[in-house]
């Protein structure tokens, strides 16, 4: 697994700890997104990095029992300073339907670390 799928595996164990247990520091999960971060969620909204801050801090410990599972993880595109990836997120807690997205994004390497540039969401079955 390169660098920038490796990225996004470990990301969303850092968001399935947070909101399911209320693990994990904010300022370390931020560390992962670039200042200009954007993004585009299943339903067409436009968020950006504040937002997606505000986001996981509202979130802490909302979701008992979530687990996050990612598949088909595939590297559309790559280039000396950046990638553009694709995957399928499947979010399920007990008692809750699940819910699936398929999702783009667009990755850099910034000081040797990669790092989120923008991300597009789509609702998925």
């Not at 990612?70 to 280039?79: I, N």
């Amino acid at each position: 697994m390169n660098s920038y799928l490796q990225e996004v595996v470990d990301l969303h164990q850092l968001i399935e700890a947070r909101f399911a247990r209320g693990e994990g520091s904010l300022e370390a999960m931020m560390e992962h997104f670039v200042p200009s971060f954007s993004m585009v969620s299943p339903a067409g909204l436009q968020f950006g990095l504040q937002d997606v801050e505000q986001l996981f801090e509202r979130n802490t410990g909302s979701q008992p029992g979530l687990n996050i599972e990612l598949t088909d993880l595939e590297t559309l595109h790559q280039w000396a300073d950046g990638a553009l990836v694709r995957y399928r997120e499947i979010h399920s807690a007990e008692g809750k339907d699940d819910t699936v997205r398929v999702s783009t994004a667009l990755l850099v390497l910034e000081a040797g670390r990669v790092k989120w540039r923008h991300l597009h969401e789509t609702w998925a079955v």
